[in-house]
């Protein structure tokens, strides 16, 4: 049994990490760091509390660590519990910049544990149904593809202010984190990098929308969020030479994992019909349309590979030096935002993968 050790259980810790670790055999969620509250042992009664995060590392009895905290602060927290030489899994983003990863990764490396980044929509159900029909290829030739995060939230919020500091990127470091990770997951790294990063209500002090326009060989790949979005745009849009592929609405995982605390359901991650996506293509001259029936979503698949991992029978899920082009992308944006310019992609500089 690996035992796990949480750091932070705000949204992060309550909803995603604590329900899907308790829901994987092997795992068994230990101890909670929280820095005044005891929230968490009220919904874990078997688990320790801890105040510190020293106190917590000079716990010998656990194995693995997950950091849940703030954006800004994950890479301090991270490299202290690598130093402590534990492995550890990290919110996304891992850090605010990819010398900041790489540092990570140099860290893991030297102290022989693995550095687990933590992205969850990688098993989302639209996601995996999209790899599937571009595998199976209805669509043709790929000429756009887009990637949205809409949502209405026009009032300031009265929880969770630290994702109004600046510090902690936005919006573009919160979902672009997840949108820039998928497409470099679909094609790979991209020729070129355009961007406009938006402050579009008048009350935010971080960037709350933007737009990347990602250049690829033959077709382009767009993505964007906003706050002010009502109804949402598709989730997903692909144009190809024999058709397009719409998808509307969001995983349901999300919201299923705030009303539990260990997955019970047997139809975990399933969408409802009405929820399904659909392909538009022509066939001999007229157009034809059916749906998609999706892929089951199902994050906990991120934390039994992990366990595998932290075992030697597998490698990691996501290895730290995707979290780090992600990251080296995103600072890209933010160049040709400021610069209003499209930004070449030197990749050279990528750091060696982690071999532990």
């Known amino acids: 049994m690996i035992r796990v050790g949480l750091v932070g259980f705000g949204m992060a ?24 509250s005891s929230h968490a042992a009220e919904r874990y009664p078997r688990i320790t509390t801890y105040r510190l995060l020293d106190e917590m590392l ?13 954006t800004g602060t994950h890479f301090e927290v991270a490299r202290r519990i690598l130093c402590a ?6 919110d996304k983003p891992v850090a605010v910049a990819s010398a900041e990863i790489a540092e990570l990764m140099r860290l893991a ?13 990688r098993w989302d159900s639209d ?28 009032i300031a919020p009265t929880n969770r202010l630290w994702k109004e500091d600046p510090a902690n990127g936005g919006v573009l470091l919160d979902l672009g ?6 497409a470099l ?14 402050c579009e209500r008048a009350w935010a002090r971080a960037n709350d929308g933007f737009e990347i326009r990602l250049r690829y060989p033959g077709f382009r790949a767009v993505l964007a969020a906003n706050s002010l979005s009502q109804p949402a ?19 349901p995982q999300e919201a299923a994992l705030n009303r539990v605390t260990r997955i019970e359901d047997p139809a975990w991650g399933r969408e409802p019909e009405s929820a399904w996506g659909t392909v538009h293509v022509d066939a001999g001259g007229g157009a034809v349309t059916r749906l998609v029936e999706p892929v089951p979503g199902d994050y906990r698949l991120y934390y039994a590979a992990l366990r595998d991992a932290v075992l030697g029978k597998a490698p990691l899920p996501v290895a730290p030096v995707e979290a780090w082009r992600t990251a080296r992308l995103l600072e890209w944006a933010i160049e040709s935002s400021e610069s209003r310019r499209e930004i070449h992609c030197d990749w050279s500089s990528e750091p060696k993968a982690q071999n532990v």
Do not use: C
């Open 127 to 154: 996601f995996l149904t999209l790899q599937k029909l571009l595998f199976e290829g209805p669509l043709g030739q790929l000429v756009n593809f887009e990637s949205r995060f809409d949502r209405w939230r026009p």
């Open 58 to 70: 000079a716990d010998s009895s656990l194995d693995l660590f997950v950091v849940a905290t703030p």
């Open 177 to 182: 984190t997840h949108l820039a990770d998928q």
């Open 233 to 251: 745009g598709p989730r997903f849009h692909l144009r190809g030479s024999k058709g397009n592929f719409w998808k509307y609405g969001l995983d």
């Open 185 to 198: 997951i679909l094609f790979g790294k991209p020729e070129a990098v355009s961007a406009d990063l938006l």
């Open 85 to 90: 030489g534990k492995h550890v899994v990290v």
């Open 109 to 121: 490396e030297q102290n022989h544990v693995l550095l687990a980044p933590f992205q969850n929509r």
């Open 13 to 36: 810790g309550r909803v995603f990490h604590g329900p899907l670790v308790s829901s994987v055999e092997g795992l068994a969620l230990a101890a909670v760091m929280e820095r005044s």
